[in-house]
T-cell receptor, first 110, second 113 residues
Framework: DQQVKQNSPSLSVQEGRISILNCDYT??????FLWYKKYPAEGPTFLIS?????DKNEDGRFTVFLNKSAKHLSLHIVPSQPGDSAVYFC?????????FGKGTLLTVNP | NAGVTQTPKFQVLKTGQSMTLQCAQD?????MSWYRQDPGMGLRLIHY???????DQGEVPNGYNVSRSTTEDFPLRLLSAAPSQTSVYFC????????????FGSGTRLTVV
C-alpha cells in the first residue's frame, strides 16, 4: 500500500514556464516532507523541504506547498530551465524513516 | 570533503553468493541508512542506524544484514543473493538532530544472475 503517491510518471514543459509536480500521501503521522532531484547514475540530491506545521516554503525558483487537509503537496519551479530536467521524488518523513513516491520525470524543452 | 562514498559502483553476483556493499561518510553524521530503488519504484528503506552499535529495520529488510561499529561506516551484507535483490542501492546519512539534510551516495548497481 503506497503511502506516498506521485500520480504523474512524467511532465513536459517549455523553458521559462512553470513546472508543477504533485504528491499525495495517506499517513497523517508524517511530520516533514522533502523533494529530491535525481539524474541518471547519480544519487538523489536534496531540493527543498517543508515541515508539517507550515503550508509554504520557498527557495529561489523552488516553492513547496503543503495542504494538510487534502494530504497533498506540490513543488513549483519558476521559471523552468532545461537543466531542471530530471526525475523528482517526493518523500515524507516520520521518526527516522523516509517514504518515497515513485517519482516524476520532468522534461524542460528549450 | 567526500560526503557519502559507496563501493563498488557495479557488481554482478551469482545466486547464492554473498557480498558486502560498503558505505562511508566523512561528515560525522550519526544517522545512516540503506535504500534500494527498483524500476518504476521509489526508494525503499532497508535498514538504518542512529549511531554506532544501533541499527533497526526499514520497510524491506529481509535478506540483508547490517552492523554499525563506527560512526563513519555502515556496510550492507547480502548473505545469499537472490535475483529479486537485483537493484540500485543507495546509502544516505544525516545528523540525527535534523529532519532534513539527507545526503545520498551515488549508488551501487547490483545484478544477481
Amino acid at each position: 500500500d503506497q503511502q506516498v503517491k506521485q500520480n504523474s510518471p512524467s511532465l513536459s514543459v517549455q523553458e521559462g514556464r512553470i513546472s508543477i509536480l504533485n504528491c499525495d500521501y495517506t499517513n497523517s503521522m508524517f511530520d516533514y516532507f522533502l523533494w529530491y532531484k535525481k539524474y541518471p547514475a547519480e544519487g538523489p540530491t536534496f531540493l527543498i523541504s517543508i515541515s508539517s506545521i507550515k503550508d509554504k516554503n520557498e527557495d529561489g525558483r523552488f516553492t513547496v506547498f503543503l495542504n494538510k487537509s487534502a494530504k497533498h503537496l506540490s513543488l513549483h519551479i519558476v521559471p523552468s530551465q532545461p537543466g531542471d530536467s530530471a526525475v523528482y521524488f517526493c518523500a515524507a518523513g516520520s521518526n527516522y524513516k523516509l517514504t518515497f513516491g515513485k517519482g516524476t520525470l520532468l522534461t524542460v524543452n528549450p | 570533503n567526500a560526503g557519502v562514498t559507496q563501493t563498488p559502483k557495479f557488481q554482478v553476483l551469482k545466486t547464492g553468493q554473498s557480498m558486502t556493499l560498503q558505505c562511508a561518510q566523512d561528515m560525522n553524521h550519526e544517522y545512516m541508512s540503506w535504500y534500494r530503488q527498483d524500476p518504476g519504484m521509489g526508494l525503499r528503506l532497508i535498514h538504518y542506524s542512529v549511531g554506532a552499535g544501533i541499527t533497526d529495520q526499514g520497510e524491506v529488510p529481509n535478506g540483508y544484514n547490517v552492523s554499525r561499529s563506527t560512526t563513519e561506516d555502515f556496510p550492507l551484507r547480502l548473505l545469499s543473493a537472490a535475483p529479486s535483490q537485483t537493484s540500485v542501492y543507495f546509502c544516505a546519512s544525516k545528523v540525527t538532530t535534523s529532519n532534513y539534510g539527507y545526503t545520498f551516495g551515488s549508488g551501487t548497481r547490483l545484478t544477481v544472475v
